[in-house]
């Protein structure tokens, strides 16, 4: 199991940026799919972005050209670069680790608490 901790959340205003990490425990962090989830309150966990251990993305519709997301298997830590912040961005954040997409988005792998993004309008 891949034990991962977020971080770099908070209270920004709409057309701000955030930059979301992921710091992953396991040294075979390269061999997994790391994604980034969301859920707002009263709303269902959707993915906002995905990266393979190949480095092929894929975005949710409603963050594309704005959200980035990276990785860097030297320091075992996936990243979500966040630009023109809208209020419809809030939620909390979630890290995802597996070892593919389709079991990620199953509710499986590695999960971390999560992260607080407030966009304030």
């Known amino acids: 199991q891949v034990q991962l901790v977020e971080s770099g959340g908070g209270l920004v205003q709409a057309g701000g940026s955030l930059r979301l990490s992921c710091a992953a425990s396991?040294?075979?962090?390269?061999?997994?799919?790391m994604g980034w989830y969301r859920q707002a309150p009263g709303k269902q966990r959707e993915l906002v972005a995905a990266?393979?251990?190949?480095?092929?993305?894929n975005y949710a519709d409603s963050v594309k050209g704005r959200f980035t997301i990276s990785r860097d298997n030297r320091k075992n830590t996936a990243y979500l670069q966040m630009n023109s912040l809208k209020p419809e961005d809030t939620a909390v954040y979630y890290c995802?680790?597996?070892?593919?997409?389709?079991?990620?988005?199953?509710?499986?792998?590695?999960w971390g608490q999560g992260t607080q993004v407030t966009v304030s309008s």
């Open positions: 396991r040294y075979i962090f390269n061999i997994y799919t």
């Open positions: 990266i393979t251990s190949g480095g092929s993305t």
């Open positions: 995802a680790a597996a070892l593919d997409i389709a079991t990620m988005a199953r509710g499986f792998g590695s």
